[in-house]
């Protein structure tokens, strides 16, 4: 009974160290992820111009209505102030040149008028002239006000425009004593504004470029490694124009015949516009989002001096200062005893990843050579690190294994004279045919191949799993002469 169970469970032992050399098999050889900002050369960037100003109306307008018995003469000045927002994006892009383009938030632009006008009145009345004081701004406790939603940098030749209408109101009512009696009245007003608003360009003045209906796009100089400051300006103009409704209502005595009478009056509505078209200029900073590429060390890897017949490495590590995702590529050193590994890396922003560089020499002598990656960020498409290594020792050392491939020849091995790169590299380091990199799995959510660890194959994991199941059933086989064998 005993043995059986042993048996059996060695059996199931072997049947699961099986199905793990399968499963081991059936997973992917390379660890892939499906990024696709990785390589992109292309990011976005929030941009918001904002503003606030007054109106210029000019010095006021004047005009006469109705007739000589029952008429007005005015004169009104007009007051306002523009509060507006435009929101959207700069959308650049790179290779091979540094780009940039606009594009607003649909309807996301918001422009709002405030407004007020000082009136003065004189009435006419029955061939005289009296004057109606209006000692106070109509419309300036900013009650009414007009709001328009619209799409920015269209690069419409047509300017936006957001019509603000006051509904009639009254302005004014007070009594006059004149020759012959009180006279009351009652001044009401109502008037629409037409704000009109209109682009000119998006400037950028470090590049000395800008974006118009007819560039659309505009080159830039990446200046810096990573997120950058771009001092950006928007151009452009706004017009007002409007008219202005008045409506007259008189009570007043009438000579000779006596009694009173009620008459009222209302205007052509009377134009009026800004003095000018205003030029409106407004300064902003934008935060561009970019990748970086900064190399450590920054202009030359000394891998030091290399016993024939064993190997050397050092590390390079890139980093990215910037907050976009950035792909980066070494190219093989033109010297193949220098040896890097050629698949992209992934390098999320703020984040870093090393590359091994391997010295395999069969000469003695200095060598050197040049390492270029070529990385997705604007401020600098390729990092060029300067390779140094020596050689020691004769030609019958060359035939000696390698470090990496057996420690062991390495004890002892030491020169009084300069210190030896002769060290295996460090636990995780792959064999050159299977990448240089170092610990890929740092690094999830990078956005290319990197090459995996060796795994072993399945058929030495099957020959394992049944010798271990063979050293199981010897064990508990029991041996010849026991005390517990059967009959005994």
Do not use: K
Request: aromatic fraction near 6%; hydrophobic fraction near 40%; proline fraction near 9%.
């Amino acid at each position: 009974m005993s043995r059986s169970v042993t048996t059996a469970t060695a059996s199931h032992r072997a049947l699961r160290l099986a199905a793990l050399a399968l499963a081991t098999l059936a997973a992917p050889s390379a660890a892939r992820a499906d990024d696709p900002a990785c390589a992109a050369a292309t990011t976005r960037s929030r941009l918001l111009f904002s503003a606030r100003g007054p109106v210029d109306f000019g010095p006021g307008f004047m005009g006469e209505a109705g007739s000589a018995n029952l008429g007005l003469r005015y004169n009104f000045l007009l007051l306002g102030d523009y509060d507006w927002s435009m929101p959207g994006n700069l959308d650049l892009r790179w290779p091979p040149a540094f780009t940039a383009t606009a594009t607003g938030d649909p309807n996301g632009g918001r422009l709002t008028v405030q407004y007020g006008m000082r009136l003065q009145f004189w009435l006419r009345l029955l061939g005289s002239e009296f004057m109606i004081p209006v000692p106070m701004w109509a419309g300036v406790d900013r009650s009414e006000r007009g709001t328009s939603m619209f799409t920015p940098w269209a690069w419409d030749p047509a300017p936006t425009a957001v019509t603000v209408t006051a509904h009639e109101r009254l302005l004014r009512a007070d009594t006059i004593t004149t020759s012959f009696g009180l006279v009351n009245y009652w001044v009401y007003g109502a008037y629409d504004l037409t704000t009109t608003i209109r682009t000119a360009e998006i400037s950028f003045p470090q590049a000395m470029t800008s974006i118009t209906a007819t560039t659309p796009e505009a080159q830039l100089v990446a200046t810096s490694n990573g997120d950058a400051e771009l001092p950006t300006r928007w151009s452009g103009a706004l017009r007002y124009q409007g008219s202005l409704r008045l409506r007259v209502e008189v009570d007043y005595p009438i000579p000779v015949v006596g009694g009173r009478r009620r008459d009222s009056f209302a205007p052509d509505g009377i134009p009026f516009a800004s003095r000018t078209e205003q030029q409106v200029s407004v300064d902003r900073n934008v935060r561009l989002s970019l990748p970086g590429a900064e190399v450590t060390p920054a202009f030359e890897l000394n891998l030091g001096r290399i016993r024939l017949g064993l190997s050397g490495r050092e590390v390079v590590t890139v980093r990215n200062p910037g907050t976009a995702t950035m792909a980066v590529t070494p190219a093989a050193p033109a010297d193949p005893h220098f040896t890097v590994a050629t698949d992209p890396l992934c390098i999320p922003g703020g984040g870093s990843r090393q590359l091994s560089v391997r010295f395999v020499p069969d000469r003695a002598g200095m060598f050197t050579s040049d390492l270029v990656l070529r990385t997705t960020a604007p401020s600098a498409p390729e990092v060029h690190v300067r390779l140094v290594a020596e050689a020691i020792g004769t030609s019958a050392d060359a035939g000696a294994p390698p470090a990496d491939a057996a420690p062991a020849a390495d004890a002892g091995d030491t020169d009084a004279a300069a210190p030896i790169n002769d060290a295996p590299p460090p636990e995780g380091d792959a064999a050159p045919d299977a990448g240089l990199y170092v610990d890929p799995e740092t690094n999830p959510g990078c956005g290319c191949t990197v090459p995996s660890r060796a795994r072993p194959s399945a058929v030495a994991l099957l020959a394992l799993a049944a010798t271990m199941a063979g050293l199981r059933r010897r064990r508990a086989r029991p041996a010849t002469g026991s005390r517990y064998r059967s009959g005994r």
